[in-house]
């Protein structure tokens, strides 16, 4: 059997909503930290096996999604089989998979907005292409992400329906600017550190998801 015909029988994983998100956005994770490249103050592991976590050195954020990973045996499983999955296909077969796990999945039908990487990051060609693939497919779906991963997202044109804000914090903030990544987003730990720097605060995604390209702030919990 191929690699391809044995992926099939196992779709990716995927979620809808969650205490933050509304049902109507489908949501697809990989491990935290493991696929982060661009991660740098908040860079946490959860090990596959143990859950044990490992922190980086100069942390200012811990990060949520890798503590869920230690706490959650399922949440755990449940990223690294994505990201087994995505490791073992070709672009082409990983597109057709990302397609069909979402067209299968139960909140499909209601669906309005797909976040790629609740947790994790984009960090392979391949992955942002089959991403953008399967947004060109579905492109009645808004899709949208956070990313670290600059570099991958530099000089390339996305598809209309993606909207990708620069997560910063990372190891590439200095590749922020306006130009390239209208969309950006910073950790700010009250409401009047973001009123001090001019920015709204996103609460649900809102400003991720939503049309216009501007910097705003997410408060850190
Ligand atoms: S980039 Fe996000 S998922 Fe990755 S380590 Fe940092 S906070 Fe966690």
Redesign the pocket.
Known sequence: MSSYNSAIMSLLKLGAGNAKLADTILTFSTP??H??P??KH????SDKVTGKLTKSANLL?D????RMEARYPNVRKARWHNKDLIDSLTLIDLTDLMIISINKHKAYKKAEMLRW?V???CDSVKLRDAIFNTSRELNHLIHYS?T?NLPLFLDIKKPENYRLTA?IG?RYDRLINPVDFPRSARVVRSKEEAAKLNLPIDKKDDLAYGPIDQPFALLYH
Request: glycine share 18%; charged share 10%.
């Open positions: 935290a930290g696929t982060c661009g991660a908040c860079h946490v592991i954020y990060c949520y999604a890798a990487f947790s994790g990051d956070y670290k997560s990372g």
